[in-house]
């Protein structure tokens, strides 16, 4: 039977040389389809969760069990980024960079490559001419959208989206943000969406988790974390947001 969870984190510890405990017995689990959410003040430790939970930095102690399903073909967790720019290739057009990934994986015929760019860069809502042009020609919240683009060309199961609308002006930032709920709709996808905005992950979230100088001080559904929150910082969050006072400004 398929596994309920996608991603199991038990007692996860991160420590960097001059900076002990970054992440300090971090546990929760993704649930397969759902999207958890992961706020916290600048410095916490998210993106360092993040990293974690793609072998991109050791961590020291605790266990990261991702869970593939027998149809995703083993493909990896893939992460968007706040600032796309720097994660696209700027002497490439976007159509070789969103092939990429297809030719890393191998055993896929060019026609069939570029009809899957094709597909991905419509479902993104930019257009096949998109293909032919390079990053440095791209608006913010279009980079964004290729950034997503090549995150999903191979289908992962799971995207962790590392503040992906935080540098976007709140106009673009709500059209990533249908965006991303149409992709995790359309694919299938469970989604770690980190923030720092309350309101943008009271639109986007399932759940969400609370961090706290490295660790999860609270977690629940958006409903119960929002308008019950337990634990001190989550209402002091909450109240520095002005979500506290009035509900009515959420969403
Ligand atoms: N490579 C590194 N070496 C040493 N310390 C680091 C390194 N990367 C991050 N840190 C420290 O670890 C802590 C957590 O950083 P992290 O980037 O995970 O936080 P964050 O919550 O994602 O912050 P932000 O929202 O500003 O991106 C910070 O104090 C940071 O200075």
Redesign the pocket.
Known sequence: MENKNILVVSGLSVS????VH?LDHVSFEIERGEILGLV????????????AILSM?KHESGEITFDVSADSKGIRPQMVF?DPYSSLNPVKKVGWILEEPLKLKGGITKAKRLEKVSEMLNRVGLGDAYADRYPRQLSGGQRQRVALAGALILEPELLIA??PVSALDVTIQAQIIELLLKLHRDMNLSVLF?S?DLRVVYQMCDRVMI?KK?EIVEKGTVQEVYFAPKHEYTKTLLEAAGISEDKSLIG
């Open positions: 960097y040389k001059k900076h970054v916290g003040e600048s410095g916490c430790g998210k993106s360092t969760l993040a990293k930095i706040q590392d503040e980190i720092h961090m490295g």
